[in-house]
């Protein structure tokens, strides 16, 4: 269970420093904000590129892992998937929860009972009818310890799966969990056919057989995987393309050819550094987009000097923040103002730590540590990564704290985070990291990272060891109760009193950012930096 939890976390973790971007100094198609904030600009001289049938090629920074939703952890697959599989619910482009094969939900007031409404006369693309009997079959397989699957945990509250009558299914968990129907719109919960799931065992990763718009054609994991139209796809007139390719580019140049060529009519990432160049030529249009992913630094809070919050307030004083996104990200981020980003259901804005130099060192001379103190910083040893450290480190520096970067490599980062048992064993001091709440809810952004000794490694994210009391009850008053209203009551105290603790220097919320030729519509990646496509289509 730890092992699986675990490599959920670190997928979450390489998936976010995906969105450690850059960008040209150009001007000309984006504008800038006084705090270095970039804008891409629509080109609005542009002719509409031509375009030969109803085909569509997608260039991918990496290959495709698994077709299993319920065994999945990366973003890239699930944006893949889910052009042929769907939830019960799902997220629209600002990641609000939606009705898709439910056509109703509702909870009972102490969050432990989730009754859905089914959407009648849908099959699954092998015909297979989609009934309360073929939810009750993917809900029992998430909830399933035995099997072990990547997304379980997710699932793991779940008591029981009723098949109420032929469109009703009611989910009966544990214990209260308020946060259950962002669960249930998370892509883990994509459904899947009983009998493929019968035909193919766990083979069933490379035959996905879902209710989705597109349909599964076939699958080259080094070349390509194709999705063809679903002719008997239950919203009417969709959809309006005849076939996805999705092509796995991890060269950044091959991607922007591809684009540039017309071989590929959408790509994801773009390399930022040539996203002003490229924006508004050859048919091409380039879009960022504040993303939920957020930039941050911990800070080990049961570790001297970081357990005295005079010391963490002076490092967030001690940071530029408007800097950190102009020079770290290159424009293509904003300002952190809270421990979740602003698209996350139940953000509350806090005032920020303004940079002020005599502040910190005020507080630092306050705490015991006018000469400062040494530090070290650990991170992942990607470019972007190290770019990031070394710019904590000249601005921590200027308070006289000299921090020493340990950059290290996936596997060796795990082992020192994850191996300790003991808290008070900790090495790590300072963690610069990132964290994408898949969920869309507060829950998944603020549990894991700042959610308690339940939330110490190796159990998950909470690399600050931040423990605070009122914090914890307000997180679990959010989780005992469906009510949205005392749900958002409680993340505003949590997030208020977070914010003051400042078990973190909090840092950026990334942007996504994509290109595609500018005959294609209705195609977008929403704030988790999944793609989204079921109302694609090409204007001429």
């Not at 602003?342 to 502040?359: A, G, H, I, R, T």
């Not at 339940?454 to 009122?470: H, R």
């Not at 519509?521 to 204007?539: M, Q, T």
Request: hydrophobic share 40%.
């Amino acid at each position: 269970m730890k092992n699986r939890y675990l490599h959920t976390l670190l997928a979450v973790f390489v998936m976010c420093s995906l969105f450690l971007i850059g960008c040209s100094n150009s001007n000309k198609a984006s504008s800038d904000s006084k705090d270095g904030k970039k804008n891409i600009k629509p080109a609005e001289t542009q002719e509409l590129a031509k375009k030969e049938g109803k085909d569509v090629t997608i260039a991918v920074a990496d290959n495709f892992i698994s077709m299993d939703p319920h065994d999945t952890n990366d973003t890239l697959s699930y944006s893949a998937q889910k052009t042929m599989l769907e939830g019960l619910v799902g997220f629209d482009k600002d990641m609000k929860v939606v009705p898709v094969l439910a056509e109703s939900f509702t909870a009972n007031d102490t969050a432990t009972e989730f009754t859905f409404k089914l959407r009648q006369g849908i099959t699954f693309h092998d015909g297979t009818p989609f009934n309360a009997e073929a939810v009750k079959v993917n809900i029992d397989r998430l909830a399933n310890p035995d099997l072990n699957l990547k997304r379980h945990s997710l699932f793991a509250l779940v008591k029981e799966t009723q098949a109420v009558d032929e469109n009703t299914v009611k989910v009966v968990l544990s214990e209260p969990f308020g946060a259950m129907i962002n669960t249930f719109a998370h892509p883990a919960a994509m459904m899947i056919s009983p009998k493929a799931l019968e035909t193919y065992g766990k083979d069933v990763s490379q035959h996905p057989v879902g209710t989705g718009p597109f349909k599964f054609a076939d699958w080259d994991q080094s070349d390509h995987l194709k999705v063809v139209k679903n002719d008997q796809y239950w919203k009417k007139d969709y959809p309006k393309v005849d076939s996805i390719t999705f092509k796995p580019t991890p060269e950044n140049g091959a991607r922007v050819a591809m684009l540039q060529t017309g071989e590929a009519d959408f790509i994801y990432p773009v390399p930022t550094e040539q996203a002003e160049s490229l924006n508004g030529k050859n048919g091409i249009v380039v879009e960022n987009k504040q993303s939920i992913v957020v930039r941050y630094l911990s800070m080990n809070t049961i570790k001297k000097p970081y357990s005295d919050v005079r010391v963490r307030q002076a490092i967030n004083y001690a940071i530029n923040k408007d800097a950190f996104v102009k020079v770290v990200m290159n424009g293509f981020a904003t300002p952190l103002d809270s421990v979740i980003a602003p698209n996350v259901q139940f953000y509350s804005k806090q005032d920020q730590y303004k940079f002020n130099l005599e502040k910190a060192k005020e507080l630092l001379k306050d705490a015991g540590f006018e000469k400062g103190f040494t530090a070290k910083l650990w991170g992942s040893n990607s470019s972007q990564t190290i770019k990031g450290m070394e710019f904590i480190q000249q601005q921590l520096a200027q308070i006289g704290v000299k921090v020493e970067i340990v950059p290290m490599e996936s596997g060796t980062m795990a082992d020192k985070i994850w191996s300790v048992q003991d808290p008070n064993a900790a090495e790590i001091e300072l963690y610069y990291g990132g964290w994408s709440p898949s969920t869309g809810d507060a829950d998944w952004g603020i549990r894991p990272l700042v959610g308690g000794k339940d939330a110490f490694p190796p159990k998950s994210y909470n690399t600050a060891y931040y423990n605070n009391d009122e914090v914890n009850q307000a997180i679990k008053d959010a989780l005992a109760t469906a009510d949205s209203d005392k749900r958002k009551a409680a993340y505003e105290k949590a997030q208020t009193e977070i914010w003051k603790d400042a078990p973190w220097a909090f840092l950026s919320v990334d942007d996504t950012m994509a290109g595609k030729k500018n005959y294609l519509e209705g195609i977008n990646l929403l704030p988790d930096g999944a793609l989204s496509v079921e109302n694609i289509e090409i204007k001429q």
